[in-house]
């Protein structure tokens, strides 16, 4: 690797190494990824890369937590459209806004997570980081739901257990490799309808 003569500030270089890095994950795959590449296309050495990335590690864990995160983006966005504002809901709204296991761009999200998963088992700094990127996410989950029990009608309470243990820890990547027997986005939707909304107590029903 020719060392580069070109001087970068520490944000730049970290904003150039993560897009090159990106760029080889994308056209390469995670295990083609070579350091040198890297470093050749974000016009660095390696020692200055590792100077603010520590290891060929850190520089993977930090590209693939933007993947995994922006392999969220869309169902957010679909929340965001669907439960956005302060006006009612109904339980329908609510389920018509979960991911579903078999959508346009869902098989490309899974396939991103899958390997982002496979490598934080090896990587101790990717799995670091995604462990406490999933809390902020849970805890933001609770946030919503506090929000959309508020706005259904009179009585309905969701169970919000529900999405914290079930829906949140769903692992659609399994049901993507069951072909004919995989579940059904029909299925699942009147699963959930049965499941999100909390049974009323005994003393309300006399």
């Not at 520089?59 to 302060?86: D, H, K, P, T, W």
């Not at 101790?124 to 933001?140: F, G, N, T, W």
């Amino acid at each position: 690797m020719n060392d580069t003569t070109q001087t970068f500030t520490e944000l730049e270089l970290r904003q150039r190494v993560l897009a090159a890095a990106r760029q080889e994950v994308v056209d390469r795959g995670i295990l083609g990824l070579r350091v040198a590449n890297i470093a050749r296309i974000a016009g660095c050495s390696i020692t200055s890369m590792y100077r603010y990335f520590g290891s060929r590690d850190g520089v993977l864990a930090e590209v693939l937590l933007r993947l995994y995160e922006e392999s969220f983006e869309e169902q957010y966005a679909v929340i965001r459209e669907r439960l956005g504002g302060v006006g009612p809901l109904t339980i329908d709204d609510v389920v018509a806004s979960i991911p579903m296991p078999h959508s346009e761009t869902s098989r490309k999200q899974h396939e991103i997570r899958s390997q982002v998963l496979a490598v934080a088992g090896t990587n101790p700094i990717l799995r670091s980081k995604l462990s406490e990127a999933l809390r902020v996410r849970r805890k933001m989950l609770r946030t919503v739901m506090d929000d959309i029990g508020q706005r259904l009608p009179a009585g309905t309470e969701l169970d919000q257990e529900i999405f914290v243990v079930l829906i949140f820890n769903v692992n659609f990547q399994y049901n993507d490799l069951m072909g004919d027997d995989a579940v059904t986005n029909k299925q699942y939707a009147e699963l959930l309808s049965r499941l999100i909304v909390r049974q009323e107590n005994s003393s309300l029903k006399n």
